[in-house]
């Protein structure tokens, strides 16, 4: 695109040769100008607000650097071999791809069955689609406290309503064992979530043009034809995105953890970013805690990478 | 980049000119921060510090708000300064402290859990205030084990903020409708037992006693005294090494399995992570249960308790004298001034008029006996508490026994929700973690 900004630019000057001394500068180079002044401010944020922690992270990640105390000097690559000692690590990176399969695969297969509910303009589309979309509009820390006290076996009405309706005999323990803990924070996220990824979908559905739908239909082709053969297919950049988002969000997971479980009970609910925390505000070492970081960010730099990879050599056949 | 000349000279000149203001910015806000401590543990100023206006910061947790509250209102009520309190979730206190002290945005003065302040006093966040403390009219009768905490290398840096002791509420009402005489609470964890089932028999709702089982802050602050009764220590005098496996220990952990077994403890406890543990006694449905004692004046008026000291196994008695230990930051430049509020919160007037009559306790020992407590009597089985009971001291306190993925969360969840076989190999990770 600069060539031809520039190409006509120069045309432009060529037209004017009596241009004379001390007049504004040729236009091409107004332009430049503008566009670097409209980029400066992303530039200098990103560089202070990404650029120059990433390095500080990198530069804790080769130090000895308590949180109370400060920088004491280099102990590469101390941090790093440090990582496995805790006892916590393997049982965390287990717990988050689980996590992260169980969610993607939930969250996806509802966002697309809301998705192809709401797809069409009836009456009362409308509605349920602003309904499914409304959790997504709340902040997740806030989403994770309200199903906190949902939840809580004290003071939460959500046990007491099961057994009123006569559902459950006992108080049900939502967060008490590993198994609930991890089904029930999955609960909170697909309602959190399906309703964003459920939108993500819709306009990818709603870029599909009819006219395919009715030489299918014309062709005689059956609902789950339809679905199989056209709708998946042509959705597939939807669903990539979906996907890639999902992903890297699960192997993200911090907040509801922290607030619903604490990564209780008797520790099966650590994720990878919940160590990092550890690391850095219980046991008070920024080293460590930045050694995990750069690990987790190679890690999912890694995985977007053959993430996209894939993506684009489906496109391609 | 072409030239310098023209408007891309322009820009980036301007550029230039922002990038050289912000580093000017920094240097500023560095400089300012460097000047630090020199003015905290100076005794040039009058003992009882400055109060000329000056504007001052202080951070509490949430935990003890109530008692920072009352103090910073009173003191400002009647002060030139004045104090702007923030109060912090309990449990995100130790990041907030952690990440402002790395940032060097420490407020001027700052209340901690008094297990924590070794952190904080070894690591130089807090000014010395020995001088000044040493000073003070009444400085011996101070709570003698939350000055000890704040002690390090011959230096004192705290003093006792809000105490807060750990003992026994029971249920008066419960306690009459289960033919258990109300006045006479539990002496022994085997009394305490039997009680708590004989209040559970009522059945309705009602439980025999309750614990957060899923928060090593509760267990430590709850459990541990019934091992001091019995004479025996949890940790070695350097906060090194753990005696969580002792016959002792086993015993106070036998009894809450058995409470677990039997479903003598209200449903919740194995999740409660320490956010709502405080709130199961007040609503009358619970017979005998450890309490903080700040929680006293904060319940229902028409709940009949009475207080009784947490006893060990077969006697004895015993409390953790936990609370709030406060300190002036190595940073603060206004450190005679900060001084003012402190030497006030701790005179006769302030503990009397504001502490006791919130139904606290008070932070010097010499004020035991007041015209509040002899209205109370339970405040009198608190108040003498403070002498026989013990704060423990470990550099590595919060990573072992307060970390929700700590190690001694792990003892505590295995010797009573699980078979309580595993003692013995889960006080080694304890050990290995306070000599981390």
Known sequence: MPVKVADRATAEHATQPERRAGTPPPRWRSRKAKGLAYAAPTAVFVTVFFLLPLLLVGQMSLSDWPLLAGDRGVNAPENYTDITDSSLFWPAIRFTLLYTVIVTVVLLALALLLAL??????????????????PGALGLASASLLFW?????????????????????????????????????????????????????????????HEVYEAARMDGASRAQIFRSITLPLLRPSLALCLLLCVTGSLLAFDQFFILTKGGPDNSTVTVVQLIYREAFQR?????????????????????????????????S | MGSTAGPRGHIRRLVAGAIALLATASLVTAC?????????????????????????TMWTRAATRPQSEALVEAYNASHENKIELTVVPTDDYQAKIGAAAGSRDLPDLFASDVVFVPNYTSSGLFADLTDRVDA????????????????????????????????????????????????????????????????????????????????????????WPSVWAAGEDVLNEEGTAANLASSASKKVYDTYRGWVRDDIVAPGAREETGTTWTGIFPKGKVGVMPMPSTTLGLMPKDLDLGVAPIPGPDGGKSTFVGGDAIGIS?????????????????????????????????????????????????????????????????????????DPNGPWLELMRHAVFGDGKTVEKDNDAVTASLAD
């Open chain 1, 149 to 209: 006290g949902l939840y809580s076996p004290t003071t939460g009405p959500l046990s007491r309503i099961l057994e009123g309706l006569g559902l459950v005999d006992d108080p049900v323990s939502f967060l008490g064992s590993p198994t609930s803990a991890l089904w029930s924070t999955v609960f909170l996220i697909v309602w959190k979530f399906a309703g964003f990824y459920m939108l993500i979908l819709l306009v990818g559905l709603q870029r599909i043009p």
């Open chain 1, 117 to 134: 509910l709401v797809q069409e303009s009836r009456p009362g589309a409308g509605f349920f689609r602003t309904v499914y979309f409304l």
């Open chain 2, 330 to 402: 190595a940073t603060s430049e206004s450190a005679d001034q900060a001084w003012n509020f402190l030497a006030w919160s701790l005179d006769d007037k302030a503990q009397v008029d504001v502490v006791a009559a919130h139904k606290d306790v008070v932070a010097r020992t010499d004020l035991a006996s007041n015209k509040h407590s002899e209205a109370d009597p339970r405040l009198v089985t608190i108040n003498e508490l403070v002498a026989e009971g013990r704060t423990p001291y470990a550099m590595k306190f919060g990573q072992t026994f307060n």
């Open chain 1, 284 to 316: 008070l070492n920024l080293g460590t805690a930045a050694a995990l970081s750069i690990l987790v960010l190679a890690a999912l730099l890694l995985l977007n990478t053959l993430q996209f990879r894939g993506l684009r050599r489906a496109d391609e």
């Open chain 2, 136 to 223: 003070l009219p009444f400085a011996e009768h101070l709570a003698r084990s939350h000055i000890k905490a704040g002690t390090y290398e011959d230096k004192k840096y705290v003093v006792p903020h809000t105490l807060d002791l750990s003992v026994l509420f029971y249920n008066k009402e419960l306690y009459r409708k289960a033919k258990l005489d109300p006045d006479k609470p539990p002496t022994t964890l085997r009394e305490w037992d039997r009680q708590a089932r004989a209040v559970d028999a009522l059945g309705g709702g009602v439980d025999g006693t309750f614990f957060g089982g899923n928060c090593g802050g509760c267990g430590v602050f709850t459990w």
């Open chain 2, 32 to 56: 300012g921060s460097d000047n630090d401590g020199s003015g905290g543990g100076g005794g040039k100023a009058a003992a009882g510090g400055v109060d000329d206006g000056t504007k001052l």
